[in-house]
């Protein structure tokens, strides 16, 4: 059973940088599986930000596709995002998620990690 | 981008009772819809993929059906664990996109 545990700093000043980390266990990064983040501002439904497959190659939602870096690391079976240039928009519950590949749904997700963008 | 429009956006139901969560695409998806239960504080559980096929594990009361443009995820009856959000999501075209979801209240 994997599972998936989101953490990062609850707060982050506007025009910074926003960076979480998904820690996976019950299986490993480097598995056929696409690394993903959805997010969910307050109030609002659920955004897909990006995937990372385990071979590195990506895929961002257009709306982010300027401010947002995904990342692999496989020592820590864990994967990462950055978002730049964050703002108030930004507020969200962040969560991480897995898709199997060929698969477009998710099966398995983190609890989510709320994300508050203000100084 | 394909935009999904869930209905009702809230549903008051007693246990027992007959729930139905209407998912509508913007354009057609075939059957390339999932459908996810979240409750809060909690990870979201996938139910349904590929818009009537069950994830392993779920109870057989939850079932959907629908293609093309127009999805149901229904409950045949109501249970107090069943009392969540419901979310569909395309899975059709990048980028994915949710509906707004659907929370089932206690009546």
């Known amino acids: 059973q994997v599972q998936l545990q989101e953490s990062g700093p609850g707060l982050v000043k506007p025009s910074g940088t926003l960076s979480l980390t998904c820690a996976v266990s019950g299986g490993s990064i480097s598995s056929t599986s696409w690394w993903t983040w959805i997010r969910q501002p307050p109030g609002k439904g659920l955004e897909w930000i990006g995937e990372?497959?385990?071979?590195?190659?990506?895929n961002y939602n257009p709306s982010l596709r300027s401010r947002v870096t995904m990342s692999l690391d496989k020592s820590n079976n864990q994967f990462s995002l950055r978002l730049s240039s964050v703002t108030a928009a930004d507020t969200a519950l962040y969560y991480c998620?897995?898709?199997?590949?060929?698969?477009?749904?998710?099966?398995?997700w983190g609890q989510g990690t709320l994300v508050t963008v203000s100084s | 981008d394909i935009q999904v429009t869930q209905s009702p956006s809230s549903v008051s139901a007693s246990v027992g009772d007959r729930v139905t969560i209407t998912c509508r695409a913007s354009?057609?998806?075939?059957?390339?819809l999932a459908w996810y239960q979240h409750k809060p504080g909690k990870a979201p559980e996938l139910l349904i993929y590929a818009a009537s096929s069950l994830q392993s594990g779920v109870p057989s009361r939850f079932s959907g059906s629908g293609s093309g443009t127009d999805f149901t995820l229904t409950i045949s009856s109501l249970q107090p664990e069943d009392f969540a959000t419901y979310y569909c999501?395309?899975?059709?075209?990048?980028?994915?996109?949710f509906g707004g979801g659907t929370k089932v209240e206690i009546k």
């Open positions: 998620a897995r898709r199997g590949a060929g698969l477009y749904y998710f099966d398995y």
């Open positions: 999501q395309q899975t059709n075209i990048f980028p994915l996109t």
């Open positions: 354009q057609g998806i075939g059957s390339w």
């Open positions: 990372i497959y385990h071979g590195g190659s990506t």
